[in-house]
């Protein structure tokens, strides 16, 4: 568990931050300068706060009060930057190996065994860092801060310098890592679909400061913060599980509290648990439940909020099952059917607006940060 209270001020900005974060992934969300990176050296020792305290499993790294600062190395954390700055003298071996042999025998909690079976690289343990292509190099990164048997994992957007192949490789292997190493992960990024793919919890930094921490389908749901989490990023994501299949029309069927959705098909065995995100513009709605429709997902709903987004667009929360959908019509549309909290209605959402990058894999048991 990390746990951080930090103040800092640099040139004209601010960063005064404090949270708890758990098991699991926490994603740190924001724009560009808002702050990210600029915590986690904090945490990794690279930066000094102006006061404050960071302690990770009980361990003390920094306090201002009683003259704690740890120096890096003496810190136990694994760092991936956005460079893999691997050493291209050794070999990927060699580079695997560097900080594991710095440590003592008794507390290598991790086998390079272990670490190169789960990240499909023993075809490269001979190989030196120049003949890699970039996914393989961050590969050989997340390996070698994993390695160190750290008490906690930090990745500042590790991804950003791949295209959009690498990513798709890379994104399940980085999924399953707090998992399968037992390691907490605070991952920093401006990409919605690693949130979507990564996170347990998410943090929303804005200026130097921490707007909102909790769920991710929480966060991502509600339109109080959807100036942070983008416009265009508006919608709901809800938490389901693949159900069955009909492969005669290619189509996957995801169960929630809902009801149930029909997306395109996904190779995921049966029962897997999924995070499903459906953009507000996507859902229009019904007043009675229509017939002779192409729409494939008809929910039941009920209103549950109308307000005005802009001149000429409308945010209606609904609830379905328990579960918040989010719908963004014209005000033209809210003017002719009067939707009202309370409502009965109907959601409409096309199987084809849910794309595949809105569709995630989840493991289960997931875990909570809690807001510090």
């Known amino acids: 568990m990390l746990e951080i209270d930090v103040t800092r001020r640099q040139g004209d900005f601010s960063l005064e931050m404090a949270f708890t974060a758990g098991a699991g992934v926490t994603a740190l969300f924001g724009r560009s300068g808002s702050g990210k990176t600029s915590l986690v050296n904090m945490v990794a020792g690279l930066s000094r706060p102006d006061c404050g305290r960071i302690a990770v499993d009980g361990k ?11 120096p890096p190395e003496a810190r ?22 560097f900080g594991m042999k710095r440590l003592p025998v008794a507390e290598r909690r991790v086998s390079v065994d272990h670490v190169v079976a789960v990240l499909g690289i023993a075809h490269l343990l001979d190989r030196r860092p120049t003949g890699l292509s ?12 994993l ?3 750290p008490r906690i994992l930090l990745m500042d957007e590790p991804l950003a310098s791949l295209d959009g192949g690498r990513k798709n490789d890379l994104l399940p292997f980085i999924a399953g890592l707090s998992r399968q190493f037992d390691i907490p992960i605070v991952y920093v990024s401006h990409s919605m679909e690693e949130v979507l793919r990564l996170a347990d919890t998410l943090a929303l930094i804005d200026a130097g400061r921490l707007a909102a921490i909790g769920p991710v389908e929480d966060l991502l749901s509600s339109p109080a913060y959807a100036g942070l989490t983008g416009h265009g990023e508006a919608g709901s994501v809800l938490a389901a599980t693949l159900c069955r299949e009909d492969s005669e029309y290619g189509i996957s069927v995801l169960s929630f509290p809902g009801g ?8 995921l065995p049966m029962g897997t648990p999924v995070r499903v995100r459906i953009h507000a513009q996507d859902v229009a709605i019904a007043l009675v439940p229509p017939v002779g429709l192409s729409v494939r997902n008809r929910l039941s709903a ?3 909020s109308v307000a005005p987004f802009d001149g000429t667009l409308v945010d209606v929360m609904l609830e379905c099952g328990g579960c918040s959908l989010w719908s963004r019509i014209t005000a033209e549309a809210q003017a002719e059917l009067s939707l009202k909290p309370g409502m009965a209605v109907t959601a409409l959402v096309k199987s084809l607006t849910i794309a595949r990058g809105d569709v995630a894999d989840r493991p289960p048991g997931q875990t909570e940060s809690l807001p510090g």
């Open 134 to 145: 970039g996914g393989e190099k961050q590969r050989v990164a997340i390996g070698r801060a």
């Open 260 to 267: 149930e959705l029909k997306v395109g098909r996904l190779a």
């Open 147 to 149: 390695l160190a048997s």
């Open 76 to 97: 136990r954390l694994g760092y991936v930057f956005q460079e893999h700055r691997l050493f291209p003298h050794l070999s990927v071996r060699d580079n695997l190996c």
């Open 302 to 304: 009920q209103v549950r």
């Open 60 to 70: 003390v790294l920094f306090d201002s009060q009683a003259g704690i600062d740890l």
